[in-house]
């Protein structure tokens, strides 16, 4: 198998394994290993925009249905993921227009970082005395 077919099979195990685990035995989020997460995804976005350009997303994703439905089950996802957490980051005074745009323009890239951000001010707020 090459690096290609190997990658995606290694991503959802380790996806399903989180989700089992989260399932199972829920654990408070920590903002090191989402920041960690978000940084080796942005090393590998960097990686492939570098390897071969933009347009090969575009694309992947209008090839073909299978590319639609990946598109639209991206969207989905994001946008989900984005609603489900601007209660929480309104309560830590976080600007949701800009990350908004980020998360429009990028994704999971911007979902990641604003994620840990949410992690770290929550943090920060339970640990804050008075």
């Known amino acids: 198998m090459s690096l290609l077919e190997v990658l995606p099979v290694l991503a959802y195990a380790a996806a399903v394994a989180t989700l089992v685990w ?15 997460l978000g940084a080796a995804f942005i090393a590998f976005s960097l990686w492939t925009v570098l390897d071969g350009g933009l347009l090969p997303f575009w694309f992947n994703h209008t090839t073909n249905l299978a590319g639609n439905q990946v598109w639209f089950d991206l969207l989905i996802s994001v946008v989900l993921a984005f609603i489900l957490l601007l ?7 976080m ?7 980020a998360v429009a323009a990028t994704a999971s890239i911007a979902l990641l970082v604003m994620v840990a951000r949410l992690l770290w001010l929550e943090r920060a707020t339970q640990t804050r005395p008075g």
């Open 95 to 101: 600007a949701i227009l800009p990350w908004a745009l």
């Open 87 to 93: 209660p929480r980051a309104r309560a830590q005074g």
């Open 22 to 36: 989260v399932a199972v035995a829920p654990v408070r989020g920590s903002w090191r290993i989402v920041a960690l």
